[in-house]
T-cell receptor
């Protein structure tokens, strides 16, 4: 049982580089989300997608982009990484009707 | 948007009861969730309230008052493994979930 798979698990990145965090789910959930988690700030929503082909901005979207070409995949791209994007990134999915979020194991990103 | 407040830290003794309060202000409300997160791990679902009242699930219970914008999570018969962060989250009308900063519970022997 896979659920949600994120890659990479951990990455150190030089500032200015482009980076894509991958997220795949096998539960056929309609909705998918990207959160970042920082100490003292909790989980903050970056971008979301309610269904394949649509995306929306969350609370902290600047510097990030997403795409949702199909139901299973929801990659998050940092076009030009900055140190303030150092964080733990969680991908999540949910069935829209139920609403319970299922989380991936997280991707720890360090931007130097 | 959502404004969700919960205490930063709580400490309790093994076998005791702890109540974690959560207050929220929201422009649209479609349910309140509690998640548990152990250090270095992903959050896991604990409970869901959409109507006023108490939902009980084993040692964990969650209460909601929509008119007061208030919820609590009650942890009974505390065990050492309950040491974790507990996250209150509110779902808006667009099915997005906004989280509070989390309450770190430390259980002492």
């Amino acid at each position: 049982i896979a659920g949600i798979t994120q890659a990479p698990t951990s990455q150190i990145l030089a500032a200015g580089r482009r980076m894509t965090l991958r997220c795949t789910q096998d539960m056929r959930h309609n909705a998918m989300y990207w959160y970042r988690q920082d100490l003292g700030l909790g989980l903050r929503l970056i971008h979301y997608s309610n269904t394949a082909g649509t995306t929306g901005k969350g609370e902290v979207p600047d510097g990030y982009s997403v795409s949702r070409a199909n139901t299973d995949d929801f990659p998050l791209t940092l076009a030009s990484a900055v140190p303030s994007q150092t964080s733990v990134y969680f991908c999540a999915s949910s069935d829209r009707e139920n609403g319970e979020l299922f989380f991936g194991e997280g991707s720890r990103l360090t931007v130097l | 948007g959502q404004n969700i407040d919960q205490p930063t830290e709580m400490t309790a003794t093994e076998g005791a009861i702890v109540q974690i309060n959560c207050t929220y202000q929201t422009s649209g409300f479609n349910g309140l969730f509690w998640y548990q997160q152990h250090a270095g791990e992903a959050p896991t679902f604990l409970s869901y309230n959409v109507l006023d009242g108490l939902e009980e699930k084993g040692r964990f219970s969650s209460f909601l008052s929509r008119s007061k914008g208030y919820s609590y999570l009650l942890l009974k018969e505390l065990q050492m493994k309950d040491s974790a962060s507990y996250l209150c989250a509110v779902r808006d009308g667009d099915y997005k979930l906004s989280f509070g900063a989390g309450t770190t519970v430390t259980v002492r022997a």
